[in-house]
Nanobody, 126 residues
Framework: QMQLVESGGGLAQAGGSLRLSCAAS????????MGWFRQTPGKEREFVAV????????LYADSVTGRFTISRDNAENMVYLQMNSLKPEDTAVYYC???????????????????WGQGAQVTVSS
C-alpha cells in the first residue's frame, strides 16, 4: 500500500480557489493512477477526479469539470487538486487515493483504490 497525506484544505468564499496537495510514500508512486474523492456527512464517498500514472490522462466528475484540475509530479511523489470557482456544494472532506492500476477506467469506483489519506476539510461559504 501507499501512505498518503493531504494538505491545503481550509475555508474559501464562493467563487474562490483552493489547492489541495497529497504527499505519497511507500510503493512506487509513478506506476499508479491517483485520484481525489470527497465525502459529506451521511453521504457516500464520491469520485472527484483521477489522473493516470503518467499524468497524460485525467477524468473528472461532471460536477467539477471545467472548475477543478488534477495534476501530479512523479519526481516529487505529489498529486494536486486545483479547485477554482468554488461553490458551497463543494464543501466536503476531500480524500487523496491511490488506485490499484495505472491507467484510467471509465467510471472510477471507491473499490478501485486501495490506499487513502486521512482527509482534508474544504469549506466554501456563500
Amino acid at each position: 500500500q501507499m501512505q498518503l497525506v493531504e494538505s491545503g484544505g481550509g475555508l474559501a468564499q464562493a467563487g474562490g480557489s483552493l489547492r489541495l496537495s497529497c504527499a505519497a510514500s511507500g510503493r512506487t508512486f509513478s506506476r499508479y493512477a491517483m485520484g481525489w474523492f470527497r465525502q459529506t456527512p451521511g453521504k457516500e464517498r464520491e469520485f472527484v477526479a483521477v489522473i493516470s500514472w503518467s499524468g497524460g490522462s485525467a477524468l473528472y466528475a461532471d460536477s467539477v469539470t471545467g472548475r477543478f484540475t488534477i495534476s501530479r509530479d512523479n519526481a516529487e511523489n505529489m498529486v494536486y487538486l486545483q479547485m477554482n470557482s468554488l461553490k458551497p456544494e463543494d464543501t466536503a472532506v476531500y480524500y487523496c487515493a491511490a488506485a490499484k492500476w495505472g491507467t484510467l477506467v471509465a467510471k472510477p469506483l471507491v473499490s478501485d483504490f486501495d490506499s487513502w489519506g486521512q482527509g482534508a476539510q474544504v469549506t466554501v461559504s456563500s
